[in-house]
């Protein structure tokens, strides 16, 4: 079992930047594909971002891409998502998933996904 706790959501302007945080808590993190997804009231569950074992493969959501960036520690078990030219369509509640298949690649699909974290909100005023 592998607990994901998730961190540094909050308020802030259009235009504005955040960090992620993603803390996990097993001993093999580098065992595991590492994704962001978000989900805003009343919209489905969208992928935003996955990151491969070593960290030397990315893959974004087509709303995110050239502003999010997402990056990991495998010494802190930990992944990040740098969010720049925040908009207030990015207003949702932040997901951080780890995915345990082998020989996968980064996959966008909430499903492919075996543990979750409790979500952490990040709201944008325009």
């Known amino acids: 079992q592998v607990q994901l706790v998730e961190s540094g959501g909050g308020l802030v302007q259009a235009g504005g930047s955040l960090r992620l945080s993603c803390a996990a808590s097993t001993r093999t993190f580098s065992n595991y594909v590492m994704g962001w997804f978000r989900q805003a009231p009343g919209k489905e569950r969208e992928f935003v971002s996955g990151i491969s074992r070593s960290g030397g493969t990315t893959n974004y959501g087509d709303s995110v891409k050239g502003r999010f960036t997402i990056s990991r520690d495998n010494a802190k078990n930990t992944v990040y998502l740098r969010m720049n030219s925040l908009k207030f369509d990015d207003t949702a509640v932040y997901y951080c998933?780890?995915?345990?298949?082998?020989?996968?690649?980064?996959?966008?699909?909430?499903?492919?996904?075996?543990?979750w974290g409790q979500g952490t909100q990040v709201t944008v005023s325009s």
């Open positions: 998933a780890a995915d345990f298949t082998p020989g996968l690649g980064v996959r966008s699909t909430f499903r492919a996904y075996d543990y």
